[in-house]
């Protein structure tokens, strides 16, 4: 069966190369290309490559080289057409079924390419004759070098209503195949057609491969609408198509980043100052289809939009359309322009500086849904946080990516309580300790020794002995108790360096991964490295005896890891304080008098919480050995 050209370049540009080869190979991201252990035959080294921006796989091994078709056909044993029905289903598509219509449609798109270039060289001719004078200095006043104004092939229509009909005429095209190209209107009262585009400087738009297939326009002076693109043709989709995409493929070969700009000037000015992956929609705010494309470019472009009120506004759009899209590894950057700039704007004034710190600074997709849905709002209620909570769920709700929505809520619960919890001299027994660095928390490790001058970070907490390897199994047996003071965890001091690394793993893996259940955590756990530690701590005899692991009670768990780390903490304060009162010469500074109000304040608030039910773990072990646990 054959198929139309047109077809399976649309098959080609939906689906990437390296979303189809992952479903059947693990891809390592290696620079703009992907790499792993070729399918179709044996290695122990990577020779197997992935490029999407050419849009095919090839195995220096043994020499298998294709586009997604063709690995789609060798993988599954399938004959062409099957490969095809089975691509189209994905993207899609619906397959053309092979018909002298069909045959007949595709000629004609062929032609329609023919008649659209044309056009394009016809308007080119016209800026650098005297027609075109006006749009040409329009171009240079803009800071448009000649050279930059013949790449991005810009011209100008003249004013009047039909040199480009007579023009194309005079080449051989006939009136209805204008019409179809939408390069010319036809009134509905029967009037003579005339041509779409009038007064305006040009801006051909290209497809991927750089064939143009539409225009943009820009009326010289007072008129509307300013811009003025081309209507949706058998060639052009405008949901489907990005300004410049030709060209950013090609310049992002040599790295750099894909940016999102919002018109066709700020594409030509980015391009022209050394930026050569921007891209812009085409009148219209990203698309899903205009999304895919860019995320073709880079897996997290940026997406840098006027300083203006508009501007901010059309960035929170296309934050919000990108939010039910998002994949692993697939989101947008936002770069902040300031207030009154534009990419085109702020390059002309000589800002490249200022628009290259712009970029590199840009904001991550997460930080423009939480500032833009916080913007306006007062939350110094429980009524206002609970709604403000609310609409960030609703937003949440959209990311149809289960693990990346997993995330996306556990970060937004994260950063509310965060927001507002308590300070500490209103903690309970689940509160947190403020203070500590969250990367000292990701890190996992005990905190750096403090210095004199340094006296006021948080206090050391000491190992309990036995009790800690009873802390670390619960942590691994009930991995919901990480939610209530992990921080506190991270700061116990852990002088076995196993345990310490196993401390430090349990720790990253709830940061990255919140939701783990135990087996989960102790698959991760063991695929570490730490299945024998891990088996240890949780068949001990003392832990396994525990009232709460008998029952497999989750509740009871938190609430004894709770009570013990604070009477742990209780400890810490003590030992401190303890140190502190050896210096009693006269060389006692007043940094280190502040340090034992500080550690007497701690103590005192740590003795003030009542521990009710079973005692914390720390008590039970200490008694079980005869020992006092205070």
């Known amino acids: 069966m054959a198929f139309p050209p047109s077809f399976l370049d649309e098959i080609r540009n939906r689906l990437t190369c390296s979303s189809v080869v992952g479903r059947k190979v693990r891809l390592v991201k290696k620079g703009r290309e992907f790499s792993g252990l070729c399918p179709f035959h044996n290695e122990k080294s990577p020779s197997f490559f992935v490029n999407d921006d050419k849009g095919f796989f090839h195995c220096f091994g043994c020499g298998a080289h294709g586009d997604v078709i063709g690995f789609t056909m060798r993988i599954d044993n399938l004959a062409f057409p099957e490969a095809v029905e089975r691509l189209a289903e994905e993207a899609g598509l619906e397959v053309p079924r092979s018909s002298p ?118 009326i010289l002076g ?23 995409l030709d060209k950013a493929r090609l310049g992002l070969k040599d790295g750099g980043d894909a940016i999102v700009a919002e018109g066709y000037m700020d594409v030509i000015a980015l391009h022209a100052g050394g930026f050569r992956g921007a891209v812009a929609p085409l009148g ?89 849905t916080l913007e306006g709002r007062a939350i110094d209620t429980p009524e206002r946080r609970a709604a403000f909570q609310a609409d960030l769920d609703r937003l949440v709700a959209t990311i149809a990516d289960p693990s990346v929505q997993a995330l996306y809520r556990d970060e937004f619960r994260d950063r509310l309580w965060r927001a507002f919890r308590r300070p500490l001299s209103g903690t309970g027994p689940g509160a947190r300790f403020q203070g500590r660095d969250r990367q000292d928390r990701r890190r996992g490790g005990p905190p750096a020794s403090t210095q004199p001058t340094q006296m006021s970070g948080p206090l050391p907490i000491p190992s309990p002995g036995r009790s800690l390897h009873i802390i670390l199994a619960t ?68 832990f396994k005896g ?24 209780k400890r810490g304060a003590q030992e401190e304080l303890r140190r502190a009162g050896e210096v009693t010469d006269a060389d006692l500074t007043d940094l280190w008098s502040r340090k034992v109000e500080e550690m007497q304040r701690e103590l005192s608030r740590t003795q003030a919480l009542e521990l009710e039910d079973e005692p914390p773990i720390v008590q039970s072990v200490a008694s079980r050995d005869g020992r006092n646990a205070s």
Request: with cysteine; charged share 30%; aromatic share 8%.
């Open 475 to 542: 942590a691994i047996a009930f991995p919901a108790v990480l939610e209530a003071d992990a921080e506190l965890f991270a700061r116990i001091e852990v002088p076995e360096p196993d345990l310490a690394r196993l401390r430090r793993a349990i720790l990253e893996a709830h940061d990255t991964q919140p939701s783990l259940d135990r087996e989960q955590l102790r698959l991760h756990l063991n695929a570490a490295g730490f299945e024998g530690i891990v088996a240890r701590l949780l068949g001990s005899s003392i």
């Open 101 to 218: 219509q069909e045959a007949a449609r595709e000629e004609r798109r062929k032609t329609l390419g023919d008649v659209v270039e044309a056009a394009a060289k016809w308007f080119e001719q016209q800026l650098w004759s005297g027609a075109g004078r006006a749009g040409l200095d329009y171009f240079r006043s803009r800071g448009l070098s000649d050279q930059t104004i013949r790449d991005f092939r810009l011209g100008y229509a003249p004013e009047g209503r039909d040199g480009l009909r007579q023009a194309l005429r005079k080449q051989g095209f006939e009136e209805p195949l204008m019409l179809e190209a939408a390069l010319l209107v036809k009134p509905d009262d029967g009037r003579e057609s005339f041509d779409f585009f009038r007064g305006r400087v040009m801006f051909p738009i290209s497809d991927r491969r750089g064939r143009v297939i539409a225009f943009g326009g820009r």
């Open 546 to 569: 525990l009232a709460f692991v008998r029952r497999d009670d989750v509740q009871a768990a938190n609430l004894n890891w709770q009570k013990t780390l604070l009477e742990l903490h």
């Open 284 to 372: 219209t705010a990203l698309t899903e289809g205009q999304l895919e494309l860019v995320w073709r470019l880079a897996p997290e472009p940026i997406v840098c939009l006027d300083g203006d009120a508009a501007g901010q506004r059309a960035a929170r759009r296309a934050a919000e359309r990108a939010l039910p899209l998002l994949k692993p590894g697939k989101s947008l950057r936002f770069a902040t322009l300031p207030p009154g700039e534009d990419p085109d704007s702020l390059l002309r004034g000589g800002g490249r500086d200022r628009l290259a710190e712009s970029l590199a600074t840009a904001q991550p997709l997460v930080e423009v849904i939480w500032n833009a």
């Open 222 to 244: 007072d008129g509307q609408p300013k811009y003025l693109n081309s209507r949706d043709t058998p060639l052009f989709d405008k949901g489907r198509n990005l300004y410049a």
